[in-house]
């Protein structure tokens, strides 16, 4: 049987809740940590056993990627500036919404892009969240040359989530919710705003976990490679340590 994939998504809410990431790393055992709204200048290269890949350079408010060395072999991380909200234009949160990483893994020889997104807030429309997420699994896919991707993150996309859903399905990803809401701190808005996307990946599971000093909860994606996938080393030089 093939190992579980354990990943973990949270958005730090401007780096808040950056001192719980060593618990969850060791609490969760995980294979990937990928994180929203961090200040990329004070991040550690290391998380307990994770390894920092990269990350963004252009926010305020920064996406990272951290992965167990001894799973994965990274090849390349690249990120993305996506369609601008009017938020983005006068508050400039975010010029790099996407930031993926290409990795095989050791253990099966498997080609993935595992990815952290950060879609633009609720103050814009959903419309223009589509054409971000939509952007993103393009640039992925570019990326990756066709292997599977996972792409977790913050969608601030709690409502009309069903015709999202189906919309991802028409473009081949799949899309899974948490057990329960990942933001409560406002009356109104509340929901399922942090989930995955995913092609290629049978998702197990997406668990909220309990509440620390964000006002999102972190979530955990525990997925296994889809019956369909095959061993997919791509032979590429690895990235630098």
């Given amino acids: 049987m093939l190992p579980l994939l354990r990943v973990i998504s949270y958005n730090l809410r401007k780096h808040a809740a950056s001192g719980e990431l060593v618990d969850l790393a060791r609490d969760f ?48 991380t690249q990120t993305f500036a996506l369609k601008k909200s009017l938020h983005d234009r ?3 949160p975010a010029h790099e919404r996407l930031i993926g990483t290409r990795v095989t893994d050791n253990e099966t020889d498997h080609g993935l892009v595992i990815a952290s997104f950060h879609a633009a807030p609720l103050t814009a429309s959903n419309s223009l969240r589509r054409n ?4 993103a699994h393009a640039e992925l896919l570019s990326m990756g040359g066709g292997l599977m991707s996972l792409m977790v993150g913050d969608f601030n996309y709690p409502f009309f989530t069903k015709s999202l859903t189906a919309q991802m399905k028409d473009a081949g990803y ?20 942090d989930f995955a996307t ?27 490679y889809g019956l369909d ?13």
């Fill in 29 to 76: 055992e995980i294979d990937a940590l990928c994180l929203q709204e961090c200040d990329t200048d004070d991040l550690p290269e290391t998380i307990g056993d994770l390894h920092l890949a990269d990350s963004t350079r252009g926010n305020r408010l920064g996406l990272a990627i951290y992965y167990r060395k001894d799973r994965f072999t990274a090849y390349e």
């Fill in 90 to 92: 006068v508050l400039a």
């Fill in 132 to 135: 971000q997420i939509h952007a």
């Fill in 174 to 193: 799949d899309l899974t919710m948490s057990d329960r809401r990942t933001y409560t701190r406002y009356r109104v808005f509340k929901g399922h705003f």
């Fill in 198 to 224: 995913s092609q290629g990946l049978e998702i197990e599971s997406v668990e909220t976990l309990p509440r620390g000093a964000s006002d999102h909860l972190p979530i955990l994606i525990s997925a296994e």
């Fill in 229 to 241: 996938s095959n061993g997919n080393g791509n032979g590429a030089a690895p990235a630098a340590s």
